[in-house]
C-alpha cells in the first residue's frame, strides 16, 4: 500500500478527497499463455455466443469456491472475444472489480462515459438508467466483467438487484454480456433475470494436466497427479500452487532441500494428509473466504450453518446421503443444533450449496428410478473446506447418523440387491468410521456399541458384493469391540463371530470357518435350545462349510437336521427352508444322486421364482446349480444355453467381478473346452483368474482351479 493510495485489483482510488483515478482495463496480466485453461470449454463456449448475436441479455453468474478460476474463466473469455473481434471489443470490454462499493459505483460512471451517456448525467442518480438504454441498445460486441462480488447486496444501488433494478441488470443487446463472478449462487439474491453457472471442481483428467502443466512432466505417473488432484478437490489454484512447488523443489539443487519436501504427487498427498497448518496445505488459503460465507449465512438467518458444515465435515470426503444420516431427532439438543427442524435443515444445506460450501447432488428422478435403483440424494464437503472444518465435536453425532441410516428397518438387508444403491453411498462413512479407533475408544460405551453395529451392517454389504476379504477385516474388529464391550457370550458378540465365519468361508479359510461356526452354533443350542433360529442359521452354515471341504456325510447330517427342524418351524414355503432344502441337494448332487438333487433343485427355483423373483442371487444361484448338474450328466448344448444365460443375468445383478459371476463364467470355459472351442474357453477362463487372483487372491481354491484348467487346455494355434 503506497502512502495515500490503496490498491485493490485493478482499481486504485485516491485516499484523499481528490478525484478518482480508475482502469476498467481487463487485468490481462493475469493469464498465464503458457498454461492453458483446462476443464472449461463448454463454459466459455457458451459465454461467446452471447456476444456473437445470440445473447439472451441476461446477468450470467459465474459463482464457485474461491480459487475455483472464476476470474480466470472471465478473463480468458475476454481474451478470445478480442481475439475474435479485434481492437474493437477490446475498448468494450470493462472489468470492474466489486470488492468495495465506492470503487464499483466509480467503475459504473466510468463505463457510462465510456458509452456516451452526457457528462452532466454521469454523475447524477439517473446514469443507471441512461447507461443501460445505451447498452441495450448498442449494436456492437461488448463485455462487463464485474469481478469478486463477495456481497451482492452491493449491486443493489438504487434499486434491488433480483428484481432488475440495481446497478447491473438484463438488456436487451443480443451481443452484449454482463459476466458476474461470485461466491454466492442463491438464486433469490440474483433473481429471474440472471443465469446461474457454477464453476465446479476440475475433474481428475482435467485436474491432473493442470499439475503437469505447472510442475512439468517428470514429476510422477499420471496414477500419482490423480491422487494429488483428487485430494485437493480439483480446485485450480490449489492445484496451481502445487504444481508451482513440486517444479520449484525439482530445480533446487538437492544440496539445498529439507528432507520433508515432497519432490513428487504421492509424496504432496502425504504431506497434506499432514496437519493443516503444514506450510504446503492449501486449505488456509480459502480460510478467510469460508469465514466470510459462514458470516454471511449468520446475518442471513442461517443459525445452524457453521454447525451443519462442520457435522458433515466428521463423515468420510465422500457424499453423505444426508436424507438417511441427518435425520432432525438425533441432532436436537446437541450443541450448536437445538431446536434444528427439517425446514431449517434443508434451507440450510441450500444456502451452503448455494456459497459452494458443499455441492447437493440430488436423488435421480421417478424415470432414472425405473430403471435402476434410486441412489439417495447427497452432499459433499469439498476436501479443503473439509479440512478446515471437521473437529471431534460431532463425532458421536456421526456414529449415531450412520448406524441409525444402516439398520435394517432403515436401509434393509445389504444382501439384497435392490438396496445397494443405499449400502453404495453409506458404505465409505462405516469404513472410515471403523479407521476412527482413536476417536472410538475415548468415546462412550453406547457411541461404541453403536459404531460396532454400523459396522457389521457395512461388512455385510462388503460381502454382498464379493469383497470378502475387506469383510473379514472389518469383522474382525467387530467381534474384538463386542467381546470387549458386552462379553464373549453376548448373542451380538455370536452374531459377528458368525459373520467373521462367512467372510473366513469364502475366503476359502474352511478350518478357521469351521472353527467358529461349531463354537457359535453349539453356544447358541446351550443358552436357547437346538431350535433357537440364529443356532440353525450357524448349523446350517456349518453343513455348507463342511461340504466345501468335501466332507460330504457330515455335510448330508447337519443339513438334514436343519431342514427337518425348518419344515416344523416354518413349513416348506419359507426361505429359510429353502436354503437347507438347496444345500441338501448340493451334497446329493455331489454324493451322485443327481435325480435326487434335480427334484429339490427344481423345486427350490420354481419356490424362489414365486417368492423373490427370476434376476434375485438365490434364485441365480438354484439355476447355476442345474446348469451344473447338466454339464456333470455331459448335456453340454443343454448347459452352455443356461449357463450363457446365468452368466449375464449375474454380470447384471452382481457385476461381472463378483465370485458368483466368476463362477459362472468358470463353469462356462468348462464347458466351451469340453466343446471344443479352446480358444474363447481360454479368453474366458484368463478374465477368471485374473480377477479372482485380484480379488481373493492367487492361493484361492477357485484361483487355483482357474489356473489348473487354463494349463490343461490345448495349445491354441496362432
Given amino acids: 500500500m503506497a502512502a495515500g493510495h490503496l490498491e485493490v485489483g485493478q482499481l486504485v482510488v485516491a485516499a484523499s478527497s481528490g478525484p478518482r483515478i480508475m482502469t476498467l482495463t481487463a487485468p490481462m496480466g493475469l493469464r498465464h499463455p503458457r498454461y492453458p485453461l483446462r476443464g472449461r470449454t463448454e463454459l466459455l463456449y457458451q459465454l461467446q455466443q452471447q456476444c456473437e448475436g445470440r445473447g439472451d441479455g441476461r446477468l450470467h453468474v459465474l459463482y464457485g469456491l474461491s480459487g475455483s478460476g472464476k476470474t480466470a474463466a472471465a478473463l480468458e473469455l475476454a481474451h478470445r472475444l478480442q481475439s475474435r473481434f479485434g481492437t474493437a471489443v477490446g475498448r468494450c470490454t470493462w472489468w470492474i472489480d466489486a470488492r468495495q462499493a465506492a470503487l464499483f459505483e466509480g467503475g459504473l460512471r466510468s463505463v457510462a462515459r465510456r458509452v456516451g451517456v452526457p457528462e452532466d448525467l454521469v454523475n447524477a442518480d439517473e446514469v443507471v438508467d441512461v447507461l443501460w438504454q445505451r447498452l441495450s441498445q448498442a449494436d456492437w460486441p461488448w463485455l462487463l466483467v464485474v469481478d469478486g462480488v463477495d456481497d451482492p447486496s452491493l449491486l443493489d444501488g438504487p434499486g434491488q438487484l433480483a428484481a432488475g433494478t440495481g446497478w447491473i441488470r438484463p438488456h436487451g443487446c443480443a451481443c452484449g454480456l454482463v459476466l458476474v463472478t461470485t461466491c454466492d449462487g442463491t438464486p433469490d439474491v440474483w433473481g429471474a433475470g440472471a443465469v446461474l453457472r457454477p464453476v465446479l471442481p476440475l475433474p481428475e483428467e482435467d485436474a491432473a494436466q493442470v499439475l503437469f502443466d505447472h510442475a512439468g512432466s517428470g514429476i510422477g505417473p499420471v496414477g500419482g497427479a490423480v491422487r494429488l488432484a483428487r485430494r485437493l478437490g480439483g480446485l485450480p489454484l490449489a492445484l496451481r500452487m502445487a504444481g508451482d512447488y513440486l517444479a520449484e523443489v525439482n530445480e533446487m539443487p538437492e544440496a539445498f532441500r529439507d528432507a520433508d519436501m515432497p519432490a513428487g504427487f504421492d509424496a504432496f498427498v502425504r504431506a497434506l494428509d499432514g496437519p493443516v497448518t ?413 480377477a479372482l487372483s485380484s480379488s481373493l487372491g492367487e492361493e484361492h481354491a477357485q484361483a487355483r482351479r482357474a489356473a489348473q484348467t487354463l494349463r490343461s487346455l490345448p495349445p491354441v494355434a496362432g
Fill in 278 to 690: 503444514h506450510g504446503l496445505h492449501p486449505a488456509p488459503m480459502i480460510a478467510d473466504m469460508r469465514r466470510l460465507a459462514l458470516d454471511l449465512l449468520e446475518r442471513r438467518g442461517f443459525g445452524y450453518a457453521a454447525a451443519l458444515l462442520e457435522l458433515l465435515s466428521g463423515f468420510a470426503d465422500a457424499p453423505v446421503p444426508y436424507t438417511l444420516v441427518l435425520r432432525t431427532p438425533l441432532l436436537r439438543g446437541h450443541d450448536g443444533l437445538e431446536g434444528i427442524d427439517g425446514t431449517a435443515m434443508w434451507r440450510t444445506l441450500r444456502a451452503l450449496a448455494a456459497l459452494s460450501l458443499v455441492d447437493l447432488t440430488p436423488a435421480p428422478d421417478a424415470g432414472a428410478a425405473a430403471v435402476q435403483a434410486a441412489s439417495p440424494a447427497t452432499v459433499r464437503v469439498h476436501p479443503l473446506i473439509r479440512d478446515l472444518s471437521s473437529t471431534s465435536r460431532y463425532f458421536p453425532l456421526v456414529v449415531t447418523g450412520l448406524a441409525y441410516a444402516s439398520d435394517v428397518a432403515q436401509a434393509g438387508k445389504p444382501e439384497e440387491p435392490g438396496t445397494w444403491a443405499e449400502w453404495t453411498v453409506l458404505a465409505p462413512h462405516i469404513l472410515y468410521l471403523v479407521e476412527q479407533e482413536a476417536a472410538l475408544a475415548t468415546a462412550s460405551e453406547e457411541v461404541q456399541v453403536s459404531a460396532a453395529a454400523a459396522a457389521e451392517m457395512g461388512a455385510r454389504y462388503l460381502q454382498a458384493r464379493g469383497l470378502a476379504r475387506q469383510a473379514e477385516a472389518v469383522f474382525t474388529k467387530v467381534v474384538q469391540w463386542r467381546t470387549r464391550l458386552l462379553g464373549a457370550s453376548d448373542s451380538e458378540t455370536l452374531t459377528a463371530q458368525h459373520n467373521l465365519a462367512a467372510a473366513l468361508h469364502d475366503l476359502g479359510e474352511f478350518a478357521e470357518a469351521e472353527a467358529l461356526y461349531q463354537r457359535v452354533w453349539q453356544a447358541h443350542c446351550a443358552a436357547r435350545g437346538a431350535d433357537f433360529p440364529h443356532g440353525l442359521t450357524a448349523r446350517h452354515e456349518l453343513g455348507r462349510v463342511l461340504h466345501d471341504q468335501g466332507r460330504l456325510n457330515e455335510a448330508e447330517q447337519h443339513l438334514s437336521a436343519v431342514l427337518k427342524s425348518q419344515r416344523r418351524l416354518h413349513g416348506d414355503e419359507h426361505g429359510h427352508t429353502l436354503s437347507a432344502r438347496h444345500e441338501l441337494a448340493r451334497v446329493l448332487h455331489d454324493l451322485g444322486r443327481w435325480e435326487e438333487a434335480r427334484g429339490e433343485y427344481e423345486q427350490v427355483l420354481r419356490a424362489r421364482q414365486r417368492t423373490i423373483g427370476e434376476d434375485h442371487p438365490r434364485t441365480l444361484t438354484a439355476l447355476h446349480n442345474l446348469a451344473c448338474l447338466a454339464q456333470d450328466e455331459g448335456l453340454l448344448e443343454e448347459a452352455f444355453e443356461q449357463f450363457q444365460g446365468i452368466h449375464a443375468a449375474r454380470s447384471r445383478v452382481l457385476g461381472t467381478t463378483h465370485p458368483q459371476t466368476l463362477s459362472t463364467a468358470y463353469r462356462l470355459g468348462c464347458v466351451l473346452r469340453d466343446r471344443g472351442d479352446a480358444l474363447q474357453a481360454s479368453a474366458l477362463l484368463r478374465q477368471v483368474h485374473t
